[in-house]
């Protein structure tokens, strides 16, 4: 059955994570972390308005967390806040409510739906789109601060 999360797909998509590594200077960083697994993962992000211009993560992680850090990282660049959220959100009821993959540029997050099957891997799989929002969010409280 573990087969099924640890498929070929998922094992190629963990070795091989774009942009990792830390920014120079993000305008927020974020982590998300697994109690149950110990997995983290932390996000550096830039934004110009309301799209993400620049991305770069550390992952420590297992495969699943690997692999939808690896997706993130593949198709982060261009995508809006509202996106973003929005994206975090069809994964979570992919996982939680048994809800469709996402689909277009992010489509590729289709290899992880049997792992809704695994409840105890739905928060290591869940981190870089925690780990997004959170610093989305941070950059949103910065520019709110700012402008008053």
């Not at 995508?79 to 009821?93: S, V």
């Not at 928060?123 to 959170?134: I, K, Q």
Request: charged content about 25%; overall charge neutral.
């Amino acid at each position: 059955m573990l087969n099924d999360i640890y498929n070929r797909r998922i094992l190629e998509l963990a070795a091989d994570i774009p942009r990792l590594g830390r920014l120079a200077e993000p305008q927020a960083s974020a982590t998300a972390h697994s109690k149950l697994c110990g997995s983290t993962v932390t996000v550096d992000l830039v934004m110009d308005h309301d799209t993400v211009t620049d991305f770069a993560h550390d992952v420590k992680a297992c495969a699943l967390g690997q692999a939808s850090s690896s997706i993130m990282a593949r198709h982060v660049i261009g995508a809006t806040a509202d996106e973003l959220r929005q994206l975090r959100e069809a994964m979570r009821r992919m996982l939680k409510e048994n809800g469709p993959p996402p689909g277009g540029r992010w489509s590729d997050l289709a290899v992880l739906e049997p792992v809704r099957d695994y409840k105890a891997r739905h928060a290591s799989t869940l981190l870089t789109f925690d780990a997004v929002v959170d610093a989305i969010d941070k950059i949103g409280a910065k520019r709110l601060a700012e402008a008053s």
